[in-house]
T-cell receptor, first 110, second 112 residues
Framework: DAKTTQPPSMDCAEGRAANLPCNHS???????VYWYRQIHSQGPQYIIH???NNETNEMASLIITEDRKSSTLILPHATLRDTAVYYC???????????FGQGTILTVHP | KAGVTQTPRYLIKTRGQQVTLSCSPI?????VSWYQQTPGQGLQFLFE???????NKGNFPGRFSGRQFSNSRSEMNVSTLELGDSALYLC???????????FGPGTRLTVL
């Protein structure tokens, strides 16, 4: 799996967009970028994944740069319930294994 | 579809005992993975089962073992518990070993 780099923490005001960056400069051409989040002491929740095109679902949007060396997860209208640790994983699942880094602690403020 | 379920949700054991945790995957999912999460080490992969066969294993001692049944339900066992085994144990399931994994709520194990 490619190594990922995420900021340790970020803040966001409620109602504003939260943009969470992730660097994965060593990602291979066939490796997906996955995003999960974990709210305190719960199991990680799958958010979204993509290969090279931008993706959007009901939770978030994923923007992957053309060179695929970085990506941004966008929560369009953050709420207090979006406060969580967000994990970016480059490489996807290999024989059931996801390699988690330290993630970004996102705190949404009223 | 119902999500991944894990039982029990909380467990307290003493050193030297053994423990069995259970995981029921999402219906139709054949891959089940197990993770250990501690404050110091983060999320660490234990092992993965697909169609009753262990196909991948993390770097954990032999005290940690698992199995998968024909209905894809899985159990993990930890023998001779140590204080350091206190952790949140997470189970995840996917349609296949390379597919998106969905996590259960976890079992919080405390070893006294």
């Amino acid at each position: 799996d490619a190594k990922t780099t995420q900021p340790p923490s970020m803040d966001c005001a409620e109602g504003r967009a939260a943009n969470l960056p992730c660097n994965h400069s060593t990602i291979s051409g066939n490796e997906y970028v996955y995003w999960y989040r974990q709210i305190h002491s719960q199991g990680p929740q799958y958010i979204i994944h993509g290969l090279k095109n931008n993706e959007t679902n009901e939770m978030a949007s994923l923007i992957i740069t053309e060179d695929r060396k970085s990506s941004t997860l966008i929560l369009p209208h953050a709420t207090l319930r979006d406060t969580a640790v967000y994990y970016c994983i480059a490489g996807g699942t290999s024989y059931g294994k996801l390699t988690f880094g330290q993630g970004t602690i996102l705190t949404v403020h009223p | 579809k119902a999500g991944v379920t894990q039982t029990p949700r909380y467990l307290i054991k003493t050193r030297g005992q053994q423990v069995t945790l259970s995981c029921s995957p999402i219906s139709g999912h054949r891959s089940v993975s197990w993770y250990q999460q501690t404050p110091g080490q983060g999320l660490q992969f234990l092992f993965e089962y697909f169609s009753e066969t262990q196909r991948n294993k993390g770097n954990f001692p032999g005290r940690f073992s698992g199995r998968q049944f024909s209905n894809s339900r899985s159990e993990m066992n930890v023998s001779t518990l140590e204080l350091g085994d206190s952790a949140l144990y997470l189970c995840a399931s996917g349609e296949g070993s390379e597919d998106t994994q969905y996590f259960g709520p976890g079992t919080r194990l405390t070893v006294l």
